[in-house]
């Protein structure tokens, strides 16, 4: 089974600072990897998106990550924090290359960023 | 091009009563997935729907299920509803393997 490790479900950072929130993934086959936003009141928008490839993934408003096997991590990073990033973020893992064609997310538990003027 | 689309966005019922939400996924897509989203368990697979065909299952009871239509729009539907299926509720469509998401259908059960 797949699994999501969300490190710190709380993150502030000062505006213009940078962004690191932390994902670690459990897989017995490389996973694909993504990061969705959820603002407040709203549904999840896909930041980024990790199948194959190259292993640092840019992504919208800025963000980008990096997919590191022998870590099994995915980080995501922006260089400099605005106010309009203040939001919850999700790592989720697919399933897809175990079991394509009905392939799932499992999610983690989400990180809220703060931003501080 | 339009998104997932959800309806309705907000909704209120009684424990007891049934509910049924809608989905309309991004033109092309054919698969429909739907995830439940609460404070305390998170995000959480429900089921996913391909070509009219329930493909993959949750963990959850019998209470919930859903359906695809030939159009590829899905319904989802919770009967003998508890106070713990308050939650927000997540229709994607997914081409490939990137799965996008609606804006979700907020329900409370009182």
């Known amino acids: 089974a797949q699994s999501v490790t969300q490190l710190g479900s709380h993150v502030s950072v000062s505006e213009g600072a940078l962004v690191l929130l932390r994902c670690n993934y459990s897989?017995?086959?490389?996973?694909?990897l993504f990061w969705y936003v959820q603002y407040p009141n709203q549904g999840l928008q896909l930041l980024l998106k990790?199948?194959?490839?190259?292993?640092l993934v840019k992504g919208i408003n800025g963000f980008e990550a990096e997919f590191k096997k022998s870590e099994t991590s995915f980080h995501l990073t922006k260089p400099s924090a605005h106010m309009s990033d203040a939001a919850e973020y999700f790592c989720?893992?697919?399933?897809?290359?175990?079991?394509?064609?009905?392939?799932?997310?499992?999610f983690g538990t989400g990180t809220r960023l703060t931003i501080i003027p | 091009k339009a998104g997932v689309t959800q309806t309705p966005r907000y909704l209120i019922k009684t424990r007891g009563q049934q509910v049924t939400l809608s989905c309309s996924p991004i033109?092309?897509?054919?698969?429909v997935s739907w995830y439940q989203q609460t404070p305390g368990q998170g995000l959480q697979f429900l089921f996913e729907?391909?070509?009219?065909?329930?493909?993959n299952k949750g963990n959850f009871p019998g209470r919930f299920s859903g359906r695809q239509f030939s159009n590829s729009r899905s319904e989802m539907n919770v009967s003998t509803l508890e106070l713990g299926d308050s939650a927000l509720y997540l229709c994607?469509?997914?081409?490939?393997?990137?799965?996008?998401f609606g804006e979700g259908s907020w329900l409370t059960v009182v």
């Open positions: 994607a469509s997914r081409r490939a393997s990137t799965i996008y």
């Open positions: 897989s017995s086959v490389p996973p694909y």
């Open positions: 990790y199948t194959t490839g190259a292993t």
């Open positions: 989720a893992v697919s399933d897809a290359r175990t079991n394509f064609g009905n392939e799932k997310l499992t």
């Open positions: 033109s092309g897509h054919r698969s």
């Open positions: 729907y391909f070509s009219e065909t329930q493909r």
